[in-house]
């Protein structure tokens, strides 16, 4: 056993036992007895040095020290993202991995998977590398995204939508998110969250890494507890139902997919309805700091991408003033 005093003035203590190098570091100057107690409590949980430790072990590790500040859907997709990294890094030493393994590791997911999905799974491998290797600086590149304009419905399609809907049970849920709410707040609200023309936004629901659904106050970020302002018919119609959605939030999309295909209107998903609250009231002339509030945006950079992008249905009617007045300047 060695005891060494580091350059910062703790003290680390090193022992090889069983074949395996145990290390600990401490703030004190350990007496020989306490620090076998402490090597002997290493040996007993089975921690092991960074130099032994597999990347796997490393996640898991990782993952276990943050259960308690992470929400529990995003402990669910950490578990979704290390069952997808490829094994070839997970039984590689975590002290031997090198920026080509992780170049490797990138092209292999990269086979059948969207560049954000590759970004979301090497996320979880940089910020493990980055707790257990600090100084290991991660040197690599990502596939290109391809440009995507994104589908966001029209006035029309709303209409439609809105008439086929009516008197479903995924009315109230459908309609709630056209006024700009997210799916997870739409399936924690009760009837005592209507009040009069609005609904008090203050929990959601998410998926545990049990694949279970909970309720936990709070939101997606400090701005999503806030107060919003639907159609007093909408608030109506859920003081009457008694309640706002009963079932698995996946149905909601799944019911909406297949509505869309039958009325023939381009596919979107329940968020993009989101993106057409966004697109619309930023359209009327409403500044985006008032839609960021009532949308619970903690920032302004969705407002610039997506949501800003200019709704079908009004790109003639915004266009014909330009159109006009280029007309007199090229005659």
Request: aromatic share 6%.
């Amino acid at each position: 056993m060695t005891i060494e005093k580091l350059p910062s003035g703790k003290y680390r203590i090193s022992e090889m036992v069983g074949g395996v190098r145990y290390r600990k570091t401490v703030n004190f100057r350990p007496k020989q007895a306490e620090a076998r107690r402490i090597i002997a409590e290493l040996v007993e949980t089975g921690e092991t040095s960074v130099e032994r430790m597999t990347v796997r072990q490393a996640i898991e590790r990782y993952m276990e020290a943050r259960r308690a500040v992470l929400s529990p859907s995003t402990l669910f997709c950490y578990k979704g993202y290390l069952r997808q990294i490829p094994d070839s890094i997970l039984n590689r030493q975590i002290a031997s991995v090198t920026d080509d393994d992780l170049q490797k590791m990138i092209s292999d997911l990269s086979e059948g998977r969207k560049p954000k999905s590759v970004k979301n799974i090497f996320g979880l491998v940089s910020a493990t590398m980055g707790h257990f290797r600090p100084k290991f600086v991660i040197n690599v590149k990502f596939p290109e995204a391809a440009r995507v304009e994104p589908y966001i419905p029209t006035d029309r399609d709303i209409k439609i939508l809105m008439m086929a809907i009516s008197g479903s049970k995924y009315e109230i849920p459908i309609k709630l998110a056209a006024c700009g709410l997210r799916r997870s707040e739409i399936c924690a609200l009760t009837a005592a969250d209507v009040i009069g023309d609005t609904v008090r936004v203050n929990k959601a629901m998410v998926i545990t890494d049990g694949r279970d659904f909970i309720v936990k106050s709070g939101g997606k970020t400090a701005e999503s507890t806030r107060t919003v302002r639907i159609p007093a018919a909408l608030a109506d119609k859920i003081r009457k139902q008694g309640y706002v959605y009963k079932g698995k939030p996946d149905n909601i999309n799944i019911y909406l997919g297949r509505t869309l295909k039958r009325l023939g209107i381009p596919h979107f998903s329940l968020h993009k309805l989101r993106h057409y609250y966004a697109s619309r009231s930023h359209s009327l002339g409403i500044p985006d700091v008032y839609i960021m509030q009532a949308g619970g945006w903690k920032t302004d950079n969705v407002m610039k991408s997506v949501y800003r992008h200019a709704l079908g249905d009004q790109m003639e009617k915004m266009e014909a003033p330009i159109v006009a007045h280029m007309e007199k300047l090229l005659k």
